[in-house]
């Protein structure tokens, strides 16, 4: 089983920056694809952004320009940079992966960021 950690969440003004971090317990190249998800008060989660193995991302149109997914294979991390934050942002964001040897999507347990003056 992946266990997965989030971390950097916070409060932050509108227009500021946060990066987010989640660690994995094993390594990213065995995992077929990576993302991040967010759940705002009273709403469904959705995708903010997927990363896949052979480097192809997709991004939700509300974050295309203002939020960045990265990896560091060194360290079984993966971060999501926030700038431009919007209190629209304001939601527990969530780590996701999907393992090649099981098929399996294991989650994090989320960060909450809220963005507000």
């Known amino acids: 089983q992946v266990q997965l950690v989030e971390s950097g969440g916070g409060l932050v003004q509108p227009g500021g920056s946060l990066r987010l971090s989640c660690a994995a317990s094993?390594?990213?190249?065995?995992?077929?694809?990576m993302g991040w998800y967010r759940q705002a008060p009273g709403k469904q989660r959705e995708l903010v952004v997927l990363?896949?193995?052979?480097?192809?991302?997709n991004y939700a149109d509300s974050v295309k320009g203002r939020f960045t997914i990265s990896i560091d294979n060194a360290k079984n991390t993966l971060y999501l940079q926030m700038n431009s934050l919007k209190p629209e942002d304001t939601a527990v964001y969530y780590c996701?992966?999907?393992?090649?040897?099981?098929?399996?999507?294991?989650w994090g347990k989320g960060t909450l960021v809220t963005v507000s003056s």
């Open positions: 094993e390594s990213f190249f065995s995992m077929y694809r």
């Open positions: 990363i896949y193995s052979g480097a192809g991302t």
């Open positions: 996701k992966v999907r393992r090649y040897a099981d098929g399996m999507d294991y």
